[in-house]
């Protein structure tokens, strides 16, 4: 066999093994909407930790940490502070939205913008706009699955065609047991992850340069100043790390983490999750070790994304590069699964159904969301085989976009004054000032990340319009549903 | 509405930020590297492993109240 063939076969049966465990998962359980999209909200603390956990570690996260440090060096420390910093934030506010998706039951981002805010409108432009994010995060994903299974198969296996097969694969485990299946294909990619963070952060280190000490102390001679801000860059400075941790620290915005965060069984769930959260940071420390290793072993590559696999393929046998390439093919699988899950059930429930259909009932709902899944997943499938460089602008867009969405959500909980006028023009607003700094080439912008600029403009104008309309009733103070 | 959190546990939660971004100028460097490591990522993961302990407190104070 040669090495092409037998680091494949590891991959493709790790992805078999994980789309079985995906289909196998809600056997017996009657899949309704609520089963579909919150797993019933029955999950424990661990299957929490997983999940959320299971969505924050994408391939962005291993390719792109990697990637980033080889390319752009000490910025990327940033990544490792926000996915600290965010659980503190979302340590307060968690358990909260919890409470209030069990009691009005809401299943999506939308649901608690229509709950609170009362207004259609701005559910479903909320929801329109989460979608949008959610497809180019997704698109990342496919594209890192691609990029993996090529390098991996000595580009036996062509990106495009590895893309189509694993996101039919995707798509299909969506369809048959919604994010219970997610879950439980999580467990199995958490374990490899961290066996694969082991083997990589340190098994590189110690192979070329005897431990990872000499590898750092060999970096720094090589790279004077390449471990600090800016790095490799010109504009990643102090203030745009200060700016971007803040703005990227609001992930609870992601339409993804309201609908992990109401699987829960209890809000404390959600609060003891945050806490222990960091931890999960760690292995991703070991990523970047790699990274640095990497910067050394394979100079050169005008893709950063692939220097972590170059790396490791020039390194390890065959077999190791199978593991770890399934490692991260489930990686990408995971993460897409929510993401498609979460962006059919927002198209379905919160843009579909009140402008559609307004008398639809829960199970029309579920099916028009299962046919979103096609269509949501063709469209992400077109973006990956039709990358554009324009698309890496689009995800920082997505990060910065999502975080338009902190004013209503905190404000919704904080704020009584606050209005849905007030919070539609806001997010407009800043949308477009993020899009507009972004797009012409200014993110960062005066040494701050573009996002918040989008920000400060979107706060600015929910507190003018909400203090010049009038008072609105808060869905919140209304009775439960149930 | 959220349930104001007592100032003790805001005061807290706010090390994490204080330690890991808003002071980023006093310990970007790479000298002096600890256990091999350079100093800003040893900073990094020293206030990343302590984090759980500082919010593990905060939970044990809003539990209480």
């Known amino acids: ?19 079985a465990i995906g289909f196998l ?37 291993v390719l792109g940490i990697s990637g980033w440090i080889y390319a752009k060096g000490g910025p990327t420390l940033y990544v ?32 608690f913008f229509a709950q609170r805010y009362g207004s259609r409108l701005l559910a479903a432009t909320v929801s329109l706009a989460g979608v949008v994010f959610l497809m180019v995060y997704l698109q990342l994903q496919l594209t890192g699955l691609g990029i993996i299974v090529e390098v991996a198969s000595f580009e036996r296996v062509g990106r495009n065609p590895a893309m189509i097969v694993s996101t039919a694969v995707i798509a299909c485990f969506v369809l048959s047991s919604g994010v219970r299946g997610v879950v439980w294909v999580s467990v199995l990619k958490d374990f490899l992850l961290v066996g694969v963070a082991v083997i990589v952060g340190i098994g590189l ?4 340069f005897g431990g990872i000490g000499p590898m750092f102390a060999a970096l720094i001679k090589a790279r004077p100043g390449f471990l600090t801000m800016p790095g490799g860059t010109a504009t990643l400075t102090h203030s745009w790390f200060i700016s971007t941790i803040l703005v990227d620290s609001l992930m609870f915005c992601w339409p993804h983490f309201f609908a992990s965060a109401f699987t829960a069984k209890n809000g404390d769930t959600i609060r003891r999750n945050a806490v222990i959260m960091p931890f999960y940071v760690l292995p991703l420390a070991l990523i970047l070790f790699a990274g640095c290793a990497a910067i050394l072993i394979s100079p050169g590559l005008r893709n950063g994304d692939l220097a972590l696999l170059t790396a490791v393929r020039a390194t390890f046998p065959p077999w190791v ?23 059919a059930t927002l ?11 307004p008398g639809m009932t829960e199970e029309r709902v579920a099916r028009v969301a299962r046919i979103a899944v096609g269509g949501i997943t063709v469209g992400a499938l077109y973006l990956a085989l039709n990358t554009s460089p324009t698309l890496v602008g689009l995800l920082i867009l997505g990060y910065s976009g999502v975080a338009q969405f902190g004013p209503g959500i ?12 007030g919070i539609l023009a806001g997010l407009l607003c800043g949308l477009a000032l993020a899009a507009a700094l972004s797009f012409t080439g200014r993110d960062p912008y005066l040494g701050l990340n573009a996002g918040l600029f989008g920000l400060g403009l979107n706060v600015a104008v929910v507190v003018a319009v909400s203090l010049l309309g009038s008072r609105q009733p808060n869905g919140f103070a209304a009775p439960s549903a149930s | 509405m959220l349930k ?20 980023v100028s006093l310990w970007d460097r790479v000298e002096p590297t600890v256990l091999g490591l350079p100093f800003n990522l040893a900073w990094i993961l020293f206030w990343l492993v302590l984090t759980p302990g500082i919010m593990w407190t905060v939970y044990g104070i809003e539990r209480r109240r």
């Open chain 1, 321 to 343: 590069l199978g593991i770890i390439g399934g490692a991260g093919a489930l990686t990408a699988m995971v993460p897409a699964a929510i993401q498609i899950l979460t962006a």
């Open chain 1, 80 to 111: 490792l502070i926000y996915l600290t910093t965010g659980q503190v934030l979302i340590f307060f506010l968690g358990p909260l939205l919890w409470e209030l998706g069990a009691r009005f039951r809401l299943q999506t981002l939308g649901d």
């Open chain 1, 347 to 357: 198209l379905a429930k919160n843009v579909y159904r009140p402008y559609v259909d």
């Open chain 1, 25 to 61: 998962a809600a056997n017996k359980r009657k899949l309704n909407l609520e089963e579909w999209a919150v797993a019933g909200r029955g999950l424990g603390l661990i299957l929490v930790w997983i999940l959320l956990a299971g969505e924050t570690f994408t391939t962005f996260s």
């Open chain 1, 410 to 421: 905190v404000l919704g909980v904080t704020w009584r004054r606050v209005t849905s006028t």
């Open chain 1, 1 to 19: 066999m040669t090495p092409g063939t037998v680091a494949l076969s590891i991959i493709f049966g790790i992805m078999g093994l994980g789309s």
């Open chain 1, 205 to 208: 280190p110690y192979l070329h």
């Open chain 2, 4 to 23: 104001k959190p007592s100032t003790l546990s805001v005061l807290l939660s706010l090390v994490p930020f204080t330690a890991m971004c808003f002071t």
